[in-house]
């Protein structure tokens, strides 16, 4: 992600395969900001691009993003996003059992407000 007023690199999103709890894989909407671009709806701006970008050009019929429990704020991105939880489930990594909720928005919830 660039800020377009200054050409400077302030973060990156995207989307990438992840594998949920079941084993399923869905196509993903991360994100990630240097700490300096928080609080301006950047995350928010890019994610949306993203999710329509998975919806019109690449096809699918649903997006996720998987989230720590305890990281509130990159819930919120999803929630601006259109994204609702549709379960919990636990990631190993670090040695360590990490709750991760699971958000997503299908192409066809897609509402006016969320444009
Ligand atoms: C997740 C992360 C990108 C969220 O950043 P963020 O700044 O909270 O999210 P946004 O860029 O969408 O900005 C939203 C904020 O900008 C404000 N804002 C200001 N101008 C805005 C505008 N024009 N449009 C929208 N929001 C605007 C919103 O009110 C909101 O304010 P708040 O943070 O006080 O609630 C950031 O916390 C991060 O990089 N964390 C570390 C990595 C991480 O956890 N990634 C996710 C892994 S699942």
Redesign the pocket.
């Known amino acids: 992600m660039v800020e377009k007023s200054t050409g400077d690199m302030i973060?990156q999103?995207g989307i990438t395969w992840q594998l949920l709890g079941d084993g399923t894989r869905e196509p993903e909407v991360?994100?990630?900001?240097?700490?300096a671009?928080?609080?301006?709806?950047?995350?928010?701006?890019?994610?949306r691009a993203c999710r329509d970008y998975a919806f019109d050009t690449l096809g699918f019929e649903e997006v996720c993003?998987?989230?720590?429990v305890n990281?509130l704020?990159?819930q919120?991105?999803a929630r601006?996003n259109g994204m609702e939880v549709r379960g919990l489930f636990t990631k190993h990594y670090y040695g360590m059992d990490m709750p991760h909720l699971l958000f997503s928005v299908r192409r066809a919830d897609m509402r006016q407000d969320h444009k």
């Open positions: 973060g999103c991360g994100y990630l900001l240097e700490k671009a928080w609080h301006k709806g950047y995350a928010t701006e890019a994610a993003s998987i989230v720590r990281n704020p990159s919120a991105v601006r």
